[in-house]
């Protein structure tokens, strides 16, 4: 049988929480026959594997280990090896309620939308689900993929993730931009809610982020910790041109000075080529680094059916 749904969950060292995600997608409120999850595992050396050997799911579940290459070339494994239309995005910390996929299938009403579900943010491993959706939680952007729907010929027609992100975050951002240039409309899912697991979660630090030498208006980012698909170390060569091109309505560009040479980075995914020539690198900011192009990508793989 054809899956009407395909989701897509790229994990790296999570086995505990990543575990109790893949059990909420037991219980869902439509025949486990209608979807699939398509589990791409990053590298991870923490019982991954034999914590997903011991599953037995009432769902499809494609199961590809890769050499560490990041989420974006994750997740752009998973669109490969989707065999729905319809494709989720969640991720490997986040555990669902039951209506999940039947909120996101019918939250589908017309061919060019991209659907939100809340993300809420626990620090309550042994029983995330009960936490309360709180002001922190409301996200304002346009494509997410903690938890998010959209037709995987769209995914296609942009381009994919830019694979030159390696570490937590930027890389869906990046991908909303190009989405919204093809003209698709992001709606609120608010029926599927996921749970999103992480340590202290209420104790996140905020820092003000200011493009060097604009005047522009500082904008808040949050600094996330060490661990998992986090960043952990400052790098000034990392920004894609295509994520500050979707900045370019609101930041200037400006010439090129001896002490800020132009940013570059490289990609694997087909995304397009054009975007401002020359920015400044932002000041004092931690910024996620393109890893070596030339890193290897070996596969192995396991169908649990």
């Known amino acids: 049988m054809q899956p009407r749904v395909s989701?897509?969950?790229?994990?790296?060292?999570?086995?505990?929480?990543?575990?109790?995600a893949l059990r909420a997608l037991f219980h869902q409120t439509i025949d486990p026959q209608e979807y699939e999850v398509i589990l791409i595992d990053d590298g991870s050396a923490d019982g991954t594997y034999e914590m997903v050997q011991s599953l037995n799911p009432p769902y499809h579940l494609q199961y590809r280990r890769t050499e560490r290459?990041?989420?974006?070339?994750?997740?752009?494994?998973?669109?490969?090896?989707?065999?729905?239309?319809?494709?989720?995005?969640?991720?490997?910390?986040?555990?669902?309620?039951?209506r999940f996929?039947?909120?996101?299938?019918?939250?589908h009403t017309a061919d060019n939308l991209i659907g939100h579900g809340p993300v809420i943010h626990t620090d309550n491993l042994d029983n995330p689900t009960s936490a309360h959706f709180k002001v922190t939680d409301i996200s304002r952007a346009f494509f997410a993929t903690g938890n998010a729907s959209i037709k995987?010929?769209?995914?296609?027609?942009?381009?994919?993730?830019?694979?030159s992100f390696v570490e937590y975050g930027w890389e869906d951002l990046e991908l909303g931009i190009r989405l919204r240039r093809l003209g698709l409309r992001a709606v609120k899912v608010p029926e599927d809610r996921g749970y999103h697991y992480k340590k202290e979660a209420h104790r996140g630090r905020r820092a003000y982020v200011v493009p060097a030498g604009t005047g522009a208006r500082p904008?808040?980012?949050?600094?996330?910790?060490?661990g998992p698909y986090h960043a952990g170390a400052a790098h000034d060569d990392a920004l894609s041109p295509h994520l500050l091109a979707g900045c370019a309505a609101h930041v200037r560009p400006l010439?090129?000075?001896?002490?800020?040479?132009?940013?570059?980075?490289?990609?694997?995914?087909?995304?397009?080529?054009?975007?401002?020539?020359?920015?400044?690198?932002?000041?004092?900011?931690?910024?996620?680094?393109?890893?070596?192009?030339?890193?290897?990508?070996?596969?192995?793989?396991?169908?649990?059916?």
Request: proline share 9%; aromatic share 4%; glycine share 6%.
């Open 101 to 107: 996929v039947a909120a996101h299938l019918a939250a």
């Open 152 to 163: 995987k010929k769209h995914l296609v027609e942009a381009g994919l993730f830019d694979e």
């Open 255 to 305: 010439a090129p000075s001896s002490g800020h040479p132009p940013l570059s980075g490289t990609a694997r995914s087909k995304r397009p080529s054009s975007g401002p020539a020359l920015f400044r690198p932002l000041d004092h900011v931690p910024l996620l680094c393109p890893r070596d192009a030339g890193d290897a990508a070996g596969h192995s793989s396991r169908e649990i059916s």
């Open 219 to 226: 904008h808040r980012r949050r600094l996330l910790p060490e």
């Open 7 to 20: 989701i897509i969950i790229p994990t790296y060292n999570r086995r505990i929480i990543l575990e109790k």
């Open 69 to 98: 290459r990041g989420p974006a070339a994750a997740r752009n494994l998973g669109i490969e090896l989707a065999r729905a239309e319809l494709i989720i995005f969640i991720d490997s910390d986040i555990v669902v309620n039951d």
